[in-house]
C-alpha cells in the first residue's frame, strides 16, 4: 500500500489474466480508476505494474501541482 491515502492501486482478476489499476479514493464510499493495464498473464506481474506505474503516477502528479501552484503564484503578484 502506498504512503497516500488518496491513490492506490489494485489486482483485479479478467477471466484468465490479471489487470491493475491506479485508483482515487474521491470520497469514503467511491472511488475512481485513473489508469489501468490488463492482460497481464500472472498476479505478481499485475502487481509489479501495479507499484510502478503508482510511483511514476504520484511523481507527475506533484511536478504538475508544482508547476501549477508556480504559475498561480506568479499571478497574483501581478494583481
Avoid: C, H
Wanted: charged letters at 40%; proline letters at 1%; aromatic letters at 8%.
Amino acid at each position: 500500500m502506498a504512503n497516500s491515502k488518496k491513490f492506490d492501486y489494485r489486482v483485479v482478476p479478467d477471466n484468465a489474466s490479471w489487470t491493475a489499476e491506479i485508483v482515487r479514493r474521491v470520497t469514503s464510499k467511491k472511488t475512481v480508476v485513473s489508469k489501468r493495464q490488463g492482460d497481464f498473464k500472472s498476479e505478481a506481474d499485475a502487481q509489479e505494474w501495479g507499484q510502478k506505474e503508482l510511483k511514476s503516477f504520484l511523481q507527475n502528479l506533484s511536478e504538475r501541482n508544482k508547476r501549477r501552484s508556480k504559475q498561480n503564484e506568479s499571478k497574483k503578484k501581478w494583481v
